[in-house]
Structures are given as structure tokens and as C-alpha cells.
């Protein structure tokens, strides 16, 4: 080998080490807060809940209609050895659309609930950067909050605010 070769050699080795280390840095927790999120659309609107406010997401199965006083009580089902009422996303953020209950993400305790949506896009774990509520907002607790994921802006929805929304109609 000649003497640039060598010189070539080293030279790659030295970016392919670089280009390697570059991706191990990205992915140090350390390095950045990242908040994890379910990401859904409700008609085409797009929305996310924080990972943390829910126990988990599970494909729909059998829904038993029951008799509800709200419309958006889609129904029973039995998830985890538990029977667990089901509710419309759409419907408790006032769409007038009737979506297919493809998936249902369920409540953290203490309410045993689930929330029906149909089109589930994925989880995400982004930066805290990417999440902001409005500017003049006086107050991040009642204002809404966005997401930025990819080229698209997903309205936060906080769970808790949704089981309130079924326990005051």
C-alpha cells in the first residue's frame, strides 16, 4: 500500500468513527429532555396525549353498547380481565363524525376509562422544544398546547381535561 493510501485510509476511519459518534450523542438521553407521545387524527385534524397520561393503547376489539345519558359512550369492553367503558374521542372534542374505533388508548388510574380514535399514526419521543402553547396565552393550564412532529402541528390533548368533559356534560 502506498504511502497515500495509507494516509486515505486513516483519513476515512477517522469520519467513519466521527459519523458514528455523532449518532451515539443523539441518542444520549442526557443530552436533551424528550417528552413521549401518541399522535392520532380525529377527522383530519391531527392530535397527540402524552405517553405519561395514559396506561397503554390496544387494537379495538368487541364494543357492547350499553344505555349511556352521553352520546359518546361508545360501549363495554373487556380489556386486561377488566370490563372498561369506551368513549369517543371524536365526539368529546365535539366532531359530529362517526369514526371507526380502530384503537382505544386507556386512562391511568384512578379512572378505568378508554377513548376510542381511529387512525393511530405512532409514538413519538421528541425534544421539549417542540412542544408551545400560543403566544399571549396568560396561562399554559387552560390555553392549548401544539406539537410539532415532522411538518405537522398535533393539538395536545390532556387526558385528564377528557374524563372531566364525561363527568360534566
Known sequence: MTKEAGLFSTRAADIRRAFDRSFAAALDPKTEEVEGILVFRVAEDRFAVRLREIAGLVKSGNLVPV???TRALLGLAGIRGE????FSTAKLLGYACHEEA?????CREPSRLGFAIGEFEGCRHLPKAAFSVPEGSLSSAGSPEYVVVGSCVHTIINVSNLVMSIKDP
Do not use: Q
Not at 83 to 86: A, D, F
Not at 102 to 106: A, H, K, R, V
Open 83 to 86: 370490563l372498561v367503558p369506551i
Open 102 to 106: 380502530n384503537w382505544i388508548f386507556l
Open 67 to 69: 344505555p349511556a345519558k
